[in-house]
């Protein structure tokens, strides 16, 4: 199979809920400064639906926009960064069973905020082995107290909760209305970087031992302490650079990004896409560059589809044209990079 033979029906599903950054600032939840650097309006915040039950909210749209019934899929692949709402089980089959997914074979994909990007690779292995038969990927997060601090937890970022999904075919015969063509998937990993999200002292024996909510913070500065923060961002622009110049070469993209209308980045604020993302994106085109996440945050494993929900839609200032081409890049604690190339046929 080559890239140009597979198609992606996306689509997102976000609560209609929000915590505004107005009044997180007001409440002193965050800083002027910080508020300043993420340059973000709002984060959707579900109060009742899990990560898992907004995801099967989600596929349901990407299979009604692909016109595939739930019961044709061979494969659903869930990915999530946090908590699903139960401590022993498999989200993925939860996903497949409330779908309608009941012949198909769940799996749950763990890769952190590049977790879309990740199962979307394992689509495309899986239609390589069964060509014609459709892959449903999802992904689901919910950054609710007390466990999360979606504003504060973090170093430059601020999580939103919601899910993504995306029906994943082959084959030009029942090629969606709408869809996109993926013209290419890269992925690039540097896993002596994992320490960075990692309690370096001690494993635990229970989630929530050594802190009572996640704090990704602490484990950022001692790895900062001990290794630098100049040097760790200088590896995220290089292997940013590596992996979208690897994906523009792989859909026959040449040098500068010609025909390419955009790079959609991970939705991390502004102050990373100017300083991490924008400098190592120049090194391959001049395309503009976007971070749609002023009023979603971060959405955990979902950034990628939801940017590719974005270019896919009927509407909206980022629709793709028909013939022209998006990268969509992705990243996760670990550390991985991803880039998709995508084209409107």
């Not at 029942?174 to 013209?183: C, D, I, K, N, T």
């Not at 961002?233 to 010609?258: F, K, M, N």
């Amino acid at each position: 199979m080559t890239p140009d033979e597979v198609w992606i029906a996306p689509a997102e599903w976000l609560p209609p809920a929000a915590e505004k950054t107005a009044d997180a600032l007001a409440a002193s939840r965050v800083t002027a400064e910080e508020a300043d650097a993420m340059g973000y309006e709002q984060l959707p915040v579900s109060p009742d639906l899990s990560a898992p039950q907004m995801a099967v909210r989600a596929a349901r749209r990407a299979l009604s926009r692909a016109g595939v019934p739930a019961a044709d899929l061979a494969t659903v692949l869930h990915a999530w960064t946090y908590y699903q709402g139960h401590d022993f089980w498999s989200p993925a089959h939860y996903v497949a069973a409330e779908t309608g997914a009941g012949d198909a074979i769940p799996t749950g994909v763990q890769q952190m905020c590049n977790g879309a990007a990740a199962a979307l690779r394992t689509a495309l292995l899986q239609l390589a082995a069964h060509p014609g038969a459709p892959v449903l990927v999802t992904t689901g997060d919910r950054f609710a107290p007390p466990g999360f601090d979606r504003w504060g937890g973090d170093y430059g970022v601020w999580y939103g909760d919601g899910a993504t999904a995306a029906v994943v075919g082959s084959g030009g015969d029942r090629v969606p209305e709408g869809s996109l063509a993926l013209r290419a998937l890269h992925t690039r990993a540097a896993p002596e970087l994992e320490s960075a999200h990692r309690d370096v002292a001690a494993f635990h024996e229970a989630p929530h031992l050594r802190d009572a909510a996640v704090n990704v913070r602490r484990t950022k500065k001692a790895y900062f302490t001990g290794r630098g923060k100049s040097a760790f961002l200088d590896r995220l622009r290089r292997e940013t650079t590596a992996v979208l110049a690897a994906a523009l070469a792989e859909a026959g993209i040449g040098p500068g990004g010609p025909g390419l209308s955009a790079v959609l980045l991970p939705r991390l604020g502004r102050a990373t896409a100017r300083d991490v993302y924008g400098p190592a994106v120049a090194e391959v085109t001049d395309a503009p560059t976007a971070d749609l996440g002023e009023r979603t945050g971060h959405l955990g494993a979902g950034d990628l589809l939801s940017n590719l929900a974005a270019l896919a839609s009927d509407t909206g200032p980022h629709r793709l044209e028909r013939g022209r081409y998006a990268a969509v890049l992705s990243a996760g604690a670990g550390f991985t990079w991803s880039a998709a190339v995508v084209q409107r046929t």
